[in-house]
T-cell receptor
């Protein structure tokens, strides 16, 4: 199956700094990638849809200036948490559609990135 | 707002027991998936169901899609500690639209 890889898997940073998380599709091209946030013991919350070559589409309540998304190529999307604060600490997961999945919406997920802001 | 309700939210059972997780919506799905997520990792797709009444089996896991395509269930037979994890159902309400996730069922299987 298709492989999506995230980096870093864990990151600890000081409050006020910015952190970049990368999401790569390793064996297929992904014009669209999705970024999710997951709080402990909870389900996934869609943050934004990353579109190659154009602006990301953010879900209601997600700050565009806080969570910068760049999808500069067909295999890479990045999420930058700007001026991170402790409340931004969370598990961030990216995903991409199975290129052979048609309209069923099947997703391949990255390994996730755990961000801890001190 | 389209809601996808999962139940139970948490389940703790002994090894060898059977269990069923439910996923319900008031709207019709064009397709529905079940994912399993282990701590610190991303979800992994288990199965996709598309046709009303469809039943799929994956070893000890049986997935059923309701006739009206508004609900689904996951049944695990003779649960093992390795089945421990977060089970997520996710549905597409219109072909090509976004995937909506349920709240998840956290399963713990004790040896």
């Amino acid at each position: 199956g298709a492989v999506v890889s995230q980096h870093p898997s864990r990151v600890i940073c000081k409050s006020g700094t910015s952190v970049k998380i990368e999401c790569r599709s390793l064996d297929f091209q992904a014009t669209t990638m999705f970024w999710y946030r997951q709080f402990p013991k909870q389900s996934l919350m869609l943050m934004a849809t990353s579109n190659e070559g154009s602006k990301a589409t953010y879900e209601q309540g997600v700050e565009k200036d806080k969570f910068l998304i760049n999808h500069a190529s067909l295999t890479l999307s990045t999420l930058t948490v700007t001026s991170a604060h402790p409340e931004d600490s969370s598990f961030y997961i990216c995903s991409a559609r199975d290129p052979g999945g048609g309209d069923t919406g099947e997703l391949f997920f990255g390994e996730g990135s755990r961000l801890t802001v001190l | 707002t389209q809601l996808l309700e999962q139940s139970p939210q948490f389940l703790s059972i002994q090894e060898g027991e059977n269990l069923t997780v439910y996923c319900n919506s008031s709207s019709v799905f064009s397709s529905l998936q079940w994912y399993r997520q282990e701590p610190g990792e991303g979800p992994v797709l288990l199965v996709t169901v598309v046709t009303g009444g469809e039943v799929k089996k994956l070893k000890r896991l049986t997935f059923q899609f309701g006739d009206a395509r508004k609900d689904s269930s996951l049944h695990i037979t003779a649960a093992q500690p390795g089945d421990t994890g977060l089970y997520l159902c996710a549905g597409v309400y219109n072909a090509g639209n976004m995937l909506t996730f349920g709240g998840g069922t956290r399963l713990m299987v004790k040896p």
